[in-house]
Nanobody
Framework: QLQLVESGGGLVQPGGSLRLSCAAS????????IGWFRQAPGKEREGVSCISSSGGSTKYADSVKGRFTISRDNAKNTVYLQMNNLKPEDTAVYYCAAKTTALLTQVCTGWGNLPSFGSWGQGTQVTVSS
């Protein structure tokens, strides 16, 4: 069964940092762009960042630009999201997912369209609070 597993969430004070990991089980990530998404209570799930299969192209939501960095280590079959200068509004469950749109699986084109992604993980909670 193809599955992604997120880890690294937790409770952090405003201005703090966390690094989330997204590991694959049952398949290799190297052929897929990977996206990070988040969902806060009472809000729709939204795109946070995306990285192409090669790692050569990255995308960020305006709300996290300059604070979050996405990266990947295909040898470890893992994608990371480094989150710095965290704010209370970053509080959410964070999910990763693999791009599954036919012929576009390796690039982040259309990454804001959530149905373009599959193999969603179970999510990891990030809480930013003093």
């Amino acid at each position: 069964q193809l599955q992604l597993v997120e880890s690294g969430g937790g409770l952090v004070q405003p201005g703090g940092s966390l690094r989330l990991s997204c590991a694959a089980s049952g398949f290799t990530l190297e052929n897929n762009a990977i996206g990070w998404f988040r969902q806060a209570p009472g809000k729709e799930r939204e795109g946070v960042s995306c990285i192409s299969s090669s790692g050569g192209s990255t995308k960020y939501a305006d709300s996290v630009k300059g604070r979050f960095t996405i990266s990947r280590d295909n040898a470890k079959n893992t994608v990371y999201l480094q989150m710095n200068n965290l704010k209370p509004e970053d509080t959410a469950v964070y999910y990763c997912a693999a791009k599954t749109t036919a012929l576009l699986t390796q690039v982040c084109t259309g990454w804001g369209n959530l149905p373009s992604f599959g193999s969603w993980g179970q999510g990891t909670q990030v809480t930013v609070s003093s």
